[in-house]
């Protein structure tokens, strides 16, 4: 190692340094959004937790993809309703993807570089994380609120689940919105 050492160029440019403390995600990711983020997830995963639950078969028979009520001895069946058909390759995919985000978020945390290109590349990739996510929880609570509403016997339930879902579909908007911009023209396009 010493002679390896010995025999190494040495830098013409000016000489980096780096301080010795241990980079963290948490340091490099934009918090505000990443919390927003991690609600919106874990809204995500209880809707679809809810909406699994009460889900019924279809008109034809396939399990997880309506949602029947039965109001006044008449049976009303709703389709499409993010039930197990939906919600498992919904969740396959959410989980894949937060893994790959993690382990990339990880990559950008732990290489040599510059503080700035790390946030702003973490910044890229907690938007791709938060496109992900927002589309799929808008879609999802957008489908639920739609299915409830068009049923006629929903009662105080299904309202205050439509009241539930509102400020989250709008939620879900702004973050969609956030995470595209943020990652068609990143900081460091910008600049």
């Given at each position: 190692m010493l002679l390896g050492d010995a025999l190494a160029p040495r830098p013409r440019a000016v000489v980096r340094?780096?301080?010795l403390t241990p980079r963290r995600v948490r340091d490099q990711v934009p918090p505000r959004m990443t919390r927003l983020l991690l609600i919106q997830a874990?809204?995500?995963v209880l809707l679809l937790t809810v909406t699994t639950a009460v889900a019924s078969p279809d008109d034809l028979g396939r399990a997880g993809r309506a949602l029947a009520v039965t109001c006044g001895g008449v049976t009303e069946v709703h389709s499409p309703w993010p039930g197990s058909f939906y919600a498992v390759p919904i969740g396959v995919s959410l989980a894949v993807g937060t893994a790959v985000c993690?382990?990339?978020l990880r990559r950008i945390a732990h290489r040599p570089g510059e503080e700035q290109e790390r946030r702003d590349r973490s910044s890229a990739i907690t938007a791709a994380w938060g496109l992900l996510v927002s589309t799929q929880l808008l879609g999802a609570a957008t489908t639920t609120s739609g299915?409830?509403?068009s049923t006629t016997c929903d009662g105080a339930i299904g309202?205050?689940?439509v009241v539930l879902l509102a400020p989250l579909v709008l939620l879900a908007l702004f973050t969609v919105a956030w995470s595209l911009f943020t990652v068609l023209a990143p900081r460091t396009a910008r600049r």
């Open positions: 340094t780096a301080g874990a809204s995500f993690a382990w990339a299915a409830l509403t309202t205050a689940a």
